[in-house]
C-alpha cells in the first residue's frame, strides 16, 4: 500500500481529487527539482485558496506525514525535492499582485513569479530589484524562503531588505501574519526575518507587503577588461574606496571568459581573448549617473586593460551576453557542476583569487567563477565528468576546501542560494555546535511534529552520490 496512503485519502475528501492530485504525472514532475535528484511525493496539492493550507498542515500534523512547499522547483539545492516522500505543496496557483502606487508597495501572493512582480511595479514607475538570474520562472515565496538575490544586491540589498510583512501558516496549521503594510513595526519579536531564509522549514508563506523604490531614470552599461584575476578584483576594490556605487559589478574570471566567448564565436576585447572581465552598471537620477560615469570612465581608463561603453540599450544587451552565455557555456567543460554561491569580505577577495587559481592548479578541474562583486557573492562551479571516478573525487575534494577556505576568510558558505541538501555536508563549518543546537531549537519549537520539509538542513546528504535526472528544464541553459 502507497506510504501515506490514509491520510491522503482523508484530504482529498476534505478538498477535492482536482487539488489534491496523485496521478503519476503530477506526482512526478513535483518529486524533483533543479537539484534533479528523485524522491517520490504521495501527491501533490495545488491550493485554490490560502485557507487551504490550513487544512493540509493540521492533517500532516495528525498523521505524520512530510509536507514540501514547492514554489517553481528552481532551487539548485535539492530544498524543494521531497526527500521524505509525503505531500508537495504547489504554490503555483496562489500568484495575485497588487500594486499600492501611493504607499509604494506591492501586495503579493507567494505563488508570483518575479519577473511579473517586476512588471507590474514598473508599470506604475516602481521598482523591486532582487533579481535572481531565475526570474522569470521562480516564485516570490521561493525568494522569500531562500533569501534570494541576483546582481542587484550590492546596490540595493537582498530579498530580506524588501520584505516589510508576511502572512502565512505555521507548520502546526495556524494561520500567523508578521507585521503590516507600514513602514515601521516593532511590535513583538520579529518572526518575519526568522522565516525569511528558513527555507520551508519553519511555515508556509502565503502572501508578502514588498517594499518598492521609484524606477531608475538612467543606466549606463561599461564592460572593462583586466591582465589577471588578481587585477580586476583590487580594480573593483578601487572603485569602491572611491565611494562609486554601480547598481551592478558582474566578474567573470578568464575560465568564464572563454566559455562565453566559445559560445559567441567571438572574442569579447578583440586581441585580448581569455581576459577577466567587470560589466558595471550606474543606476538612478539623470544627475546621479552623469556624476558616476564620469568617475567611472576616468577610474576604467586608469585600472582597465580594456573598455567598452554601451551607447545605446541593445548595446548594453550586447555587452550582457558575455555574462548571459558563459554559465550554460560551462558544459563543454563536464557534464556535471557544483554550482557554489559563496560570500567573502571584500578585503579576501585577492586572497580568495589566489585560492582559486591554487585549487584549479591542484584539483586538475575547471573551476569558472564569476559573481558579484559589489556583494562579495561569487558563483564558483566546479566543473566535472560523472563517468570519471577521479574527477568526480577530485571535486568532493574541491567543493570541501573551497567551503573552509571561505569561511576561513571570514565568509559564508552560501550567499542566496540556501542550504537544501547540497550545503548540509558544510553547514557545520559554517555554524559551531551551539549555533546549530539554537537553530534546530528553533524549528523543534515550531514544527514538533517535524512535517514542514524534514531532511533538510541539519542532516548531512551527499549529492553528488545520487543519480542525477536526464530531464530538460524550462530554464536550463543547455
Ligand atoms: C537558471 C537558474 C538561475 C538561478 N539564479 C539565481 C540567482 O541569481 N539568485 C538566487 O538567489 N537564486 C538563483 N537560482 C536559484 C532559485 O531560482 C532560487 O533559490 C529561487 O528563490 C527559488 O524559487 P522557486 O519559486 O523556484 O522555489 P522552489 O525551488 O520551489 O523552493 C525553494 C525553497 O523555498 C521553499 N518555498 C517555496 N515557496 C515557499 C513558500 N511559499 N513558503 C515557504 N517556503 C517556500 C521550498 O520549500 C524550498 O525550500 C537560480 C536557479 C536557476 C535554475
Not at 501558516?169 to 515601521?184: H, I, N, R, S
Not at 572563454?258 to 586581441?271: H, K, N
Not at 548540509?424 to 514538533?448: E, G
Amino acid at each position: 500500500m502507497m506510504k501515506f496512503a490514509a491520510a491522503t485519502a482523508q484530504l482529498k475528501r476534505k478538498l477535492g481529487a482536482r487539488i489534491v492530485r496523485t496521478d503519476g504525472a503530477a506526482r512526478r514532475e513535483a518529486s524533483f527539482d533543479s537539484s534533479k535528484i528523485l524522491f517520490d511525493a504521495a501527491a501533490v496539492i495545488r491550493p485554490r485558496r490560502e485557507a487551504d493550507i490550513g487544512v493540509v498542515l493540521a492533517l500532516a500534523n495528525r498523521h505524520s506525514v512530510p509536507v514540501t512547499t514547492r514554489g517553481r522547483g528552481t532551487t539548485l539545492t535539492g530544498a524543494a525535492a521531497p526527500v521524505r516522500g509525503g505531500w508537495v505543496l504547489d504554490m503555483l496557483g496562489l500568484n495575485k499582485i497588487e500594486i499600492d502606487g501611493e504607499a509604494g508597495m506591492a501586495h503579493v501572493q507567494a505563488g508570483a513569479r518575479v519577473a511579473e512582480i517586476q512588471r507590474a511595479a514598473e508599470a506604475q514607475g516602481w521598482f523591486y530589484p532582487p533579481d535572481p538570474s531565475s526570474k522569470e520562472h521562480c516564485t516570490i515565496g521561493g525568494n522569500i524562503a531562500c533569501n534570494a538575490d541576483g546582481m542587484h544586491g550590492g546596490k540595493y540589498g537582498v530579498t530580506r531588505d524588501f520584505v516589510v510583512a508576511l502572512r502565512g501558516f505555521l507548520p502546526t496549521g495556524e494561520a500567523v501574519e508578521w507585521g503590516t503594510a507600514t513602514k515601521k513595526f516593532s511590535a513583538g519579536f520579529n518572526l518575519r526575518d526568522l522565516w525569511i531564509g528558513s527555507e520551508g522549514m519553519l511555515g508556509v508563506v502565503t502572501g508578502a507587503v514588498l517594499k518598492l523604490i521609484p524606477q531608475p531614470a538612467e543606466r549606463f552599461t561599461l564592460l572593462t577588461s583586466f591582465r589577471d584575476e588578481s587585477a580586476a578584483l583590487r580594480a573593483a576594490l578601487t572603485l569602491f574606496r572611491a565611494r562609486v556605487q554601480p547598481a551592478i559589478c558582474e566578474f567573470l574570471d578568464r575560465e568564464s571568459v572563454l566559455c562565453a566567448e566559445r559560445a559567441m564565436q567571438t572574442t569579447i576585447f578583440p586581441g585580448q581573448a581569455g581576459r577577466p572581465v567587470i560589466l558595471l552598471e550606474l543606476a538612478g537620477s539623470k544627475l546621479e549617473v552623469r556624476e558616476q560615469r564620469a568617475q567611472l570612465l576616468a577610474w576604467a581608463k586608469e585600472n582597465a586593460a580594456g573598455h567598452r561603453i554601451a551607447r545605446s540599450r541593445d548595446e548594453a544587451e550586447q555587452l550582457w551576453a558575455v555574462r548571459r552565455k558563459c554559465s550554460g557555456a560551462m558544459f563543454e567543460l563536464g557534464d556535471a557542476k557544483l554550482n557554489e554561491d559563496v560570500v567573502l569580505p571584500m578585503r579576501s577577495y585577492v586572497k580568495f583569487a589566489q585560492f582559486l587559481g591554487r585549487l584549479k592548479r591542484e584539483s586538475g578541474l575547471h573551476v569558472p567563477t564569476f559573481g558579484h562583486l559589489a556583494d562579495g557573492n561569487l558563483h564558483v562551479n566546479i566543473m566535472y565528468h560523472r563517468a570519471d571516478p577521479k574527477e568526480t573525487r577530485a571535486a568532493e575534494k574541491a567543493v570541501d576546501l573551497l567551503m573552509r577556505t571561505v569561511v576561513s576568510l571570514g565568509g559564508a558558505i552560501s550567499g542566496e542560494h540556501g542550504i537544501g541538501l547540497a550545503k548540509t555536508p558544510f553547514l557545520r563549518i559554517q555554524h559551531s555546535p551551539a549555533q546549530v543546537r539554537a537553530m534546530r531549537a528553533v524549528k523543534d519549537a515550531l514544527d514538533p511534529r517535524g512535517v514542514l520539509n524534514p531532511g533538510k538542513m541539519f542532516e548531512v546528504f551527499h549529492v553528488w552520490k545520487h543519480p542525477r535526472l536526464d530531464v530538460h528544464l524550462p530554464w536550463d541553459h543547455k
